[in-house]
């Protein structure tokens, strides 16, 4: 970036960047830049305010506790408004500044949000969505048709939390709806390797996307060896999950099915307990699975309730069977089975008769190598009465995203095979389960690697 003098104000408002230095005392600031050509649609030079910076850390905030400028939204006197990611002992908050021209700021008092034991708040969003509306809204949309979500990554755990809640404009701050699933301490953007993700508001599509950062899970020094280390997410769209409203729906942007080639259907393939069925779909390194699972009701009644709970983390992963799981698929898995990575349902039955489903990745034979995290990952799933069990799950290579039911519940696994690649990549269904078969229907697709290219210069090019 170059060194310049601030724009004029109305190209300020329209295009600019509030980012967060360091400086030379490791004091972390924010800083402004501008694009140096608000003709470029690609914005490819930027231009750092020669008054910066603009923000240091308020009184009462540590100097390495200061991070994360949100995306600013306007309020209803005009003013632009931001938050930024702290923590006051072991509490974890969110600043909140208002702003005319991104240059001069004005903390307001008390904080957006603050929730205790949760520690430095990295990556703060804030944004709206639509209690009615099947689309994203812009970030300044407020309004009682309008729930509003405050997520924050947490620098002590490394996973990224999200709450819903009612957003009070007059004093800057918002209230989570259900506190026992406030920010820290309740829901998840995703239950595996996925952190620091922000979303924007898509004007033209009408949609708000959101980026997460898949990290490396196998050692430095093969990230060494390979040359590079982590990635981004597939692009997901949010909405509000109406039909549960504590929930978030996440969903690969509609762009990826551009990628799909050849399709399998299978339809009804029944699978009995304790087996596994293979899919003949071909190299099976680049997926894009959609599948609903029933399972059989009759060993849904019979089956006795039990009071042991169930954790996908603390279980033993696929190879812990119980009566009604677990069951689903087994992607990037060789012909013997020596490597499998599982994404799956566990259904648990309560001694009171309740069934909970729990949505789970078993990492812990996803390779022959000895030198890559295999944990297992997932959570709890809401499943409505009616709904069938479905997943969507995209497969590229060692990066397996999984969907659940709409995308309530996501996990990101980051795997390392070694014989389970490129052609000798299969995938199988299975059934665990010790007394229910389950019947499966899946829609299947090849897929191609992205196309990286230039942006068009002129309309022949297009």
């Known amino acids: 970036m170059a060194s310049g003098p601030v724009p004029p104000r109305s190209s300020l408002t329209a295009k600019l960047l509030c980012y967060t230095g360091s400086t030379t005392e490791n004091v972390q600031v924010q800083n402004l830049a501008y694009p140096a050509d608000h003709s470029d649609p690609l914005l490819i030079n ?20 200061f991070r994360d400028p949100t995306t600013a939204w306007l309020t209803s006197e005009g003013k632009w408004r931001i938050t930024i990611g702290s923590k006051i002992n072991k509490t974890g908050i969110a600043l909140v500044y208002d702003t005319k021209d991104f240059i001069n700021y004005e903390l307001l008092d008390g904080v957006l949000h603050a929730v205790p034991g949760t520690g430095m708040w990295e990556c703060v969003d804030f944004f709206p969505v639509s209690k009615t509306e099947e689309n994203g809204l812009d970030t300044s949309v407020n309004g009682p048709s309008v729930k509003h979500v405050v997520k924050a990554s947490l620098d002590d755990d490394r996973h990224d939390y999200y709450s819903i809640g009612t957003y009070h404009e007059k004093n800057g701050t918002w209230i989570p709806d259900e506190p026992k699933i406030d920010v820290g301490i309740g829901l998840r953007y995703d239950y595996g390797i996925y952190y620091a993700a922000k979303t924007f508001y898509d004007q033209n599509k009408n949609r708000r996307v959101l980026w ?14 390979k040359g590079w280390a982590s990635v981004q997410s597939i692009p997901r769209t949010i909405l509000f999950d109406k039909k549960i409203g504590t929930h978030l729906l996440q969903w690969p ?42 399972i059989d009701k009759e060993a849904l009644e019979k089956t006795t309730g039990s009071n042991v709970t169930f954790s996908c983390s603390s279980s033993g992963g696929t190879i812990e069977r119980g009566a009604l799981g677990p069951f689903g698929l087994l992607v990037l898995a060789d012909d013997s089975l020596s490597e499998q990575t599982p994404v799956y349902f566990y259904i648990a039955k309560g001694s009171d008769g309740k069934l909970k489903t729990f949505f789970c990745n078993d990492q812990s034979r996803s ?40 995308g309530r519940t996501v996990i990101t696994s980051r795997v390392y095979p070694t014989k389970a690649i490129y052609g000798a990549a299969k995938l199988f269904l299975f059934n665990n389960a010790t007394e229910a078969s389950v019947s499966a229907s899946l829609r299947i697709w090849q897929m191609n690697s992205a196309f990286i290219r230039p942006y068009p210069n002129n309309k022949e090019s297009q």
């Open 367 to 406: 390779s022959v190598a000895s030198d890559v995290n295999k944990r297992i990952y997932g959570n709890l799933v809401p499943v409505l009465e009616g709904e069938k069990l479905s997943l969507r799950v995209l497969v590229d290579h060692s990066i397996v995203e999984s969907f659940a039911q709409g």
């Open 46 to 65: 930027w231009v750092k305010y020669s008054g910066n910076p603009v923000l240091v850390p308020p009184p009462g905030i540590l100097d390495k506790d």
């Open 253 to 294: 942007v509609e762009e990826i099915e551009s990628l799909r080639l050849k399709s399998y259907e299978f339809n009804q393939v029944k699978v009995q307990a304790g087996s596994v069925v293979p899919l003949d779909v071909g190299p099976a390194t680049q997926l894009d699975i959609i599948a609903e699972f029933e």
């Open 212 to 225: 997460g950062w898949i990290g490396e899970s196998d050692s430095e020094a093969a990230d060494m060896q």
